[in-house]
């Protein structure tokens, strides 16, 4: 499975938009790219996936540019509730049916300040 | 989204004692689950996949006969820990993957404390 590289941390303020990047060099063919949110004490939350170019639901944007080695997760306007763990995942889902399991990076620590 | 319980949320214990964690899907069939361990301020460990009616597969490292999973049901998983010791202290997290979507839930997770 190919691993991922994110940054450790990062901090923001309230109402600014914060990108996280993550490095998926190694990403094969047919490998989606997830991303989770995680609260202490708390099962991860999926957050949004993607394959190429650009996916956007209701909390985040995730661009993918066309070599898939790199993705960016887009958080617009964080609140204090965006303090969280994020992590980037690839793998996990394949054309017909289930392929490989989901392993967790370290993850970005993302602290939102007031 | 899917929604994935697990039971209890938190449990201490004595060294040397069992414990099961139950991880439940309320409103999917699951074919495949997965266990995770994750220690503090660590990420998520992968530690056994199943499917249902089949072996666990377990992670190198991992135990199988210290951690005993069992998957029931496709809505039902637990997690046995067997003579627990205290470096046996961890957040326990199930997931299940949804058999049509592909997608994988997880459940909220479960606070061993092994005195």
């Known amino acids: 499975l190919a691993k991922t590289t994110q940054p450790i941390s990062m901090d923001s303020y309230e109402g600014q938009e914060v990108n996280i990047t993550c490095s998926h060099n190694n990403i094969a063919t047919n490998d989606y790219i997830t991303w989770y949110q995680q609260f202490p004490s708390q099962g991860p939350r999926f957050i949004i996936q993607?394959?190429?170019t650009k996916v956007t639901n209701e909390v985040a944007s995730l661009f993918i540019p066309a070599d898939r080695k790199s993705s960016t997760l887009s958080l617009p306007r964080v609140s204090l509730s965006d303090t969280a763990v994020y992590y980037c995942?690839?793998?996990?889902?394949?054309?017909?049916?289930?392929?490989?399991?989901?392993?967790f990076g370290k993850g970005t620590k993302l602290s939102v300040k007031p | 989204g899917a929604v994935v319980s697990q039971h209890p949320s938190w449990v201490i214990c004595k060294s040397g004692t069992s414990v099961k964690i139950e991880c439940r899907s309320l409103?999917?069939?699951?074919?495949?689950m997965f266990w995770y361990r994750q220690f503090p301020k660590q990420s998520l460990m992968l530690m056994a996949t199943?499917?249902?009616?089949?072996?666990?597969?377990?992670e190198q490292g991992v135990e199988k006969d210290k951690f005993l999973i069992n998957h029931a049901s496709l809505t039902l998983s637990t997690l046995t820990v067997t003579s627990a010791h205290p470096e046996d202290s961890s957040f326990y997290i199930c997931s299940f993957k949804e058999g049509r979507s592909d997608e994988q839930f997880f459940g909220p997770g479960t606070r061993l404390t092994v005195l």
């Open positions: 199943s499917n249902e009616g089949s072996k666990a597969t377990y």
């Open positions: 993607g394959y190429k």
């Open positions: 995942l690839v793998g996990g889902r394949g054309y017909g049916g289930s392929q490989g399991n989901l392993i």
């Open positions: 409103d999917f069939q699951a074919t495949t």
